[in-house]
């Protein structure tokens, strides 16, 4: 009997891998705020804002202190973290307005489609903003490779506090009771249970919190977290930075109890700097903080893109560390990629890196520097930037000025060093021109309009 058992053992083991390979990979999860600025956390020095739960996140995993969002705006930036690549390749330069026929194109692939493909369910719930309209003829997450969504094209509406914007699989979702970050979890809590699976990874989970971008509400639970608070707007703003640490503890909570923590990879961050420019009618309750940055949301300069970030991925990511390795949402796609193991897209440019090398102790391998793009800038005149390690070059549109900082020491980008670096800034330069064109020459070719739309001013 055993010669004939043996055979059969041999045969059976590649399908028998093969059926245990999903559960062997890790669930996947993006946590994504909206204008949460570099200094809006209490884990990254924020003396007044509450945030225990991400501050447990934090101390369960690694927290980067040079985290970078694709885009100092948030539809270029959400871009950037779908596909691993420039939004300017993408012909998403700016924000995108309602009406105008920028959305992300069919020919991009992304990262839900990527895993989708590899055998993980995916679902997303929040702000979406890759399209700029809503009625099925441009691409919603659905057509982005997602199985369940929940979606508003951009804001929520009227404010965070009980929304009635929201599309769920296609279907206005109506008036919804609570708080939009609170909303998007419950969401994600109920198709893990409706579909079980929390016993059927792995999966993706791509939640896109609202808060705290305009209009900020915070319900009267965490309004009450800041008593000594005179300012009402600042006290919204301090809330609902607090009310979406709740959310966050609500899927934390949820993780442990089934059991899922272990093999769960979590990438928390923020798709650009704060918002402080009080450019909206009524309350201002833009309040975010840049921390010791420059500039802040629709600058080239640091807190434009500068975001916290932090990776909890037990067993791998060293708990309660500190890293200044310098990261970017571009590179969660490799990173997803290599964590569902599976190949990137080998048929286009890929701007972004995998993670897991430093993970594991091991140097990144980028394609190029980190480069930034973003024609509107309001930090005049600067519109372009690279960074290479330490170092950070600033560039005007036309690429005829040129500012060099070492951000190991000036984090602040006080001290222009070029005349001190001559070689360091000709080698930078160069690559930077290079970039700017073939970058350029793809955006040219997405077939997204290239003019501003005339509206575009107001975020």
Known sequence: ???????????????????????SRPNIIVLLCDDLGYGD?????NPNIHTPNLDQLARDGVRFTDCYSASPVCSPSRA??????????LGIRDWIPPQTGIFLRPAEITVAQLLKKAGYHTFHAGKWHLNSRTDGSERTP???????????????APSHLNPRNFIRNGQPAGELQGPSSHLVVAEALRWLDETKQAKDAPFF???WFHETHEPVAAADEFLAQYPNEANLDRRHYFGAATQMDAAVGKLLKYLDEHGLRENTFIFF??????????RYKGAQRSHGSPGPLRGMKLHITEAGYRVPGIVRWPGHAKAGTTSAEPIC????????????????????????????????????RRPHPLYWQYDFAISDPWAVSLRDGRWKLLANSKLDQFELYDLTADIGEKQNVASQHPDRL??????MRALHAEIGADGAKSGNPTARQPNAKKK
Request: one cysteine or more; a neutral charge.
């Open 329 to 364: 949402n571009v590179d969660f796609l490799p990173t997803a990629c290599a964590l569902a193991g599976i190949e990137p897209p080998k048929d286009r440019a890929l701007d972004g890196a995998s993670l897991l090398p430093f993970l594991a102790g091991k140097p990144i």
């Open 269 to 278: 961050t923020s798709d650009n700097g704060p918002e402080t420019l009080n």
């Open 41 to 45: 956390l209490s884990c990254f020095a």
């Open 80 to 89: 950037g973290l779908m596909t691993g690549r420039n939004p300017n390749r």
């Open 142 to 156: 659905g057509d982005a490779g997602f199985d369940h969504w929940l979606y508003t094209q951009n804001n929520a």
């Open 1 to 23: 009997m055993k010669r004939f058992l043996l055979p059969l053992l041999f045969a059976l083991l590649p399908a028998l891998a093969s059926a245990a390979a999903p559960s």
């Open 205 to 207: 989970l791509n939640l």
């Open 426 to 431: 000709k080698a930078m330069t160069a690559t």
